[in-house]
T-cell receptor
Framework: EAGVTQFPSHSVIEKGQTVTLRCDPI?????LYWYRRVMGKEIKFLLH????????ESGMPNNRFLAERTGGTYSTLKVQPAELEDSGVYFC??????????????FGEGSRLTVL | AQKITQTQPGMFVQEKEAVTLDCTYD???????LFWYKQPSSGEMIFLIY????DQQNATEGRYSLNFQKARKSANLVISASQLGDSAMYFC????WGTGGFKTIFGAGTRLFVKA
């Protein structure tokens, strides 16, 4: 069974440019989460999809961030325009809806974003 | 507000010895789960162990055990017989399913170094 995959693994862009990160969850996982970790800080929750619906987007920092989940399958996270403070590692995780209380999250390897 | 605190940025342990990684949490929800994840240098997040707030016994998974002290709101991870492959970042996490919704929040992590 394929795990959570994220693309790209590393992206270097200049301030003001746009970047789109993609996440493919484990097949059959309706829950999809985006997280971000800035160096040395906690892994911060960004948002949560259940299928194609945004269940909780309370962690999205501002309107420069746009997340979508087309057809309840893969998800994209677009940052436009990117700022220096957006640098960090963006993790995607998925889980089964029937284990959303006690089940663990399955993570991708993260997309490292560097904004110069 | 919900919060996870890991006060040890880095820890050293001698191979074959036991080590305790500290984690305290804060939530007003009576129902919650506590998780530990390992992040090796390769970047992927690996689930280690889970403890439910109503579980009477401490969780154990192989060499990992969770020292759950509910009154003190602590959920320390104990790794017995450390191995060189245990060198990694370790994250404590919590999911509270009352006001917390279904999002999982993480601490800042503890980097463990196992010495030969």
């Amino acid at each position: 069974e394929a795990g959570v995959t994220q693309f790209p693994s590393h992206s270097v862009i200049e301030k003001g440019q746009t970047v789109t990160l993609r996440c493919d969850p484990i097949s059959g996982h309706d829950n999809l989460y985006w997280y971000r970790r800035v160096m040395g800080k906690e892994i911060k929750f960004l948002l949560h999809f259940v299928k194609e619906s945004k269940q909780d987007e309370s962690g999205m920092p501002n309107n420069r961030f746009l997340a979508e989940r087309t057809g309840g399958t893969y998800s994209t996270l677009k940052v436009q325009p990117a700022e220096l403070e957006d640098s960090g590692v963006y993790f995607c995780a998925s889980s089964q809806v029937d284990r959303e209380y006690t089940g663990e999250l399955f993570f991708g390897e993260g997309s490292r974003l560097t904004v110069l | 507000a919900q919060k996870i605190t890991q006060t040890q940025p880095g820890m050293f342990v001698q191979e074959k010895e036991a080590v305790t990684l500290d984690c305290t949490y804060d939530t007003s929800d009576p129902s919650y789960g506590l998780f530990w994840y390992k992040q090796p240098s390769s970047g992927e997040m690996i689930f280690l162990i889970y403890q439910g707030s109503y579980d009477q016994q401490n969780a154990t998974e192989g060499r990992y055990s969770l020292n759950f002290q509910k009154a003190r709101k602590s959920a320390n991870l104990v790794i017995s017989a450390s191995q060189l492959g245990d060198s990694a970042m370790y994250f404590c996490a919590m999911r509270a399913w009352g006001t917390g919704g279904f999002k999982t929040i993480f601490g800042a992590g503890t980097r463990l170094f196992v010495k030969a």
